[in-house]
């Protein structure tokens, strides 16, 4: 079973094993793993001299105990936290302890990345292990679908005898495919043995059928969306909308084909976890003449003029359409893309005033806040972010209980025990997911949890992963 309820039964489930005749039997406890097919948990994406974490991360932890702490993680974070989460998710490491050849980390983590809308980082790490089990299959069929390459789905689906495609599955692939005719005749089959639901029906028979149901009222709205009933809901002109399904839904809406204010809505929702590079936002918001005015239209609009003013390199213009660029993606919740986009251009500019203190703010969310700390120090900017970005917080004096929190990490604040316990133990990976959930109280307002979390982050080597958090923490609007 997966934690992901939106997935497609697009793969039949498997047969039900026979009950044992012994009542009860007693086994050692003895980890194995089968020598023909090793876990899967070891695949990734990113080796450790890119990640900085070591290939151990999991391997001293329970698989049991990984799994339930990848699933409850939360996805609604800063955006520190939701790249360094992306980053484990794809790391290359060494399984865990009890890693069976069904690879439950592996497809935790799969579903974790989907969690965070990350579906092209998803597909290619379910294609490095290669999609062999119906569970693997079942997510990289869904991500096809999502993504607009359902036709290399289903020809894959077509010649993978090792999983067995349920009815609708196999009606919609056939029409795909270009055999209408086999189509139907498997609906039909399927209707008379009672196989497919009458929803399923209604929307496989329009699927097939358009033209016969015209002047028809559009079906209800299903009560499960999966990414196959949501394909075949926009194959037959009644789509769903994406705003109030799962995130990696969005995706959904970034084509070109899609209306624009979709859109517009699909890549700032994206934009809150990440899930969308700086560069498709900016194309995104640049892309047509706003039609109208308020919400995401004005935001639009702000994001165009100080665009183009940033490309003229007037002055003049550029602090004039800054401010109300720099509210827009704040209402968005994508600073840190805008930061990514512009921030090293406007460390150039000689700003004044309002605008200049916006485009230091905006430094200290790049990569290079540091150095923006630097230049920043010789301009009156605050003491206290200036010092924190330089990873000496504490040299600075406050009053202020959040900051002093900070500070603390920064200080020689010892992570809570039981952290360093698991760190001590070589669960490394373990003791950063239960620092990140930690961290999450903070967001709550419970300061010492972010000092805890903090230190954590300081104490494993993670100083970058430390700074950019509390940097962020201090400077964007976010709560629990």
Request: hydrophobic share 45%; proline share 7%.
């Amino acid at each position: 079973m997966s934690a992901i309820e939106w997935l497609s039964r697009s793969i039949e489930p498997a047969a039900i094993a026979e009950p044992p005749v012994a009542d009860r039997i007693t086994i050692p406890e003895v980890t194995v793993t089968p020598l023909d097919r090793p876990s899967k948990d070891r695949i990734g994406l990113l080796p450790s001299h890119v990640t900085g974490l070591p290939p151990t991360i999991w391997s001293n932890s329970d698989e049991d105990t990984l799994v339930a702490l990848v699933r409850a993680e939360r996805v609604e974070t800063l955006p520190a936290l939701q790249d360094f989460l992306r980053v484990m998710m794809l790391a290359e490491a060494d399984p865990p302890r009890g890693a069976g050849p069904e690879g439950a980390l592996f497809l935790a983590r799969i579903d974790k990345l989907l969690d965070l809308g990350a579906l092209e980082p998803a597909k290619s790490l379910i294609e490095e292990a290669n999609p062999d089990t119906p569970a693997l299959f079942r997510r990289w069929f869904d991500v096809a679908l999502l993504n607009g390459t359902e036709d290399q789905a289903c020809n894959a689906l077509r010649s993978a005898p090792s999983v067995a495609p349920t009815a609708s599955a196999r009606i919609f692939c056939l029409a795909r495919n270009g055999d209408w005719n086999a189509a139907a005749l498997t609906l039909n089959t399927n209707r008379v043995l009672g196989d497919i639901s009458p929803a399923e029906e209604a929307l496989l028979s329009r699927f097939l059928d358009t033209e016969l149901y015209e002047g028809e009222p559009p079906l209800p709205r299903p009560e499960r969306v999966s990414p196959l009933v949501f394909r075949m809901h926009e194959a037959i002109g009644e789509p769903l909308i994406t705003a109030n399904l799962p995130l990696a839904f969005a995706h959904a809406d970034l084509r070109t084909t899609t209306a624009w204010k979709s859109q517009l809505g699909a890549v700032e929702r994206l934009a809150r976890h990440g899930a969308v590079s700086e560069n498709v936002m900016q194309d995104v918001y640049t892309a047509r003449t706003p039609a109208a005015s308020g919400g995401v239209w004005d935001r639009a609009e702000a994001m165009q003029k100080f665009d183009t003013a940033l490309k003229s390199n007037e002055i003049d213009q550029i602090a004039s359409t800054l401010p109300a660029a720099w509210e827009a993606v704040k209402s968005a919740q994508a600073e840190v893309l805008f930061a990514k986009l512009y921030a090293a251009d406007l460390q150039e500019l000689p700003l004044q005033g309002q605008t200049d203190d916006i485009a230091f703010e905006i430094g200290l969310l790049s990569q290079n806040y540091e150095l923006v700390a630097r230049s920043g120090a010789k301009t009156g900017k605050d003491p206290f972010m200036i010092a924190l970005a330089r990873g000496a917080p504490q040299e600075v004096r406050t009053t202020d209980p959040l900051r002093i929190g900070i500070q603390a990490a920064f200080n020689g604040a010892p992570p809570p025990q039981v952290l360093l316990n698991l760190v001590a133990q070589g669960k490394l990976g373990e003791a950063l997911l239960r620092g990140m959930a930690i961290f999450h109280e903070g967001l709550a307002g419970d300061v010492r949890s972010v000092t805890d979390a903090l230190a954590l982050f300081r104490s494993v080597g993670l100083e970058d992963l430390a700074r950019r958090t509390a940097l962020q923490l201090l400077i964007l609007e976010r709560s629990a």
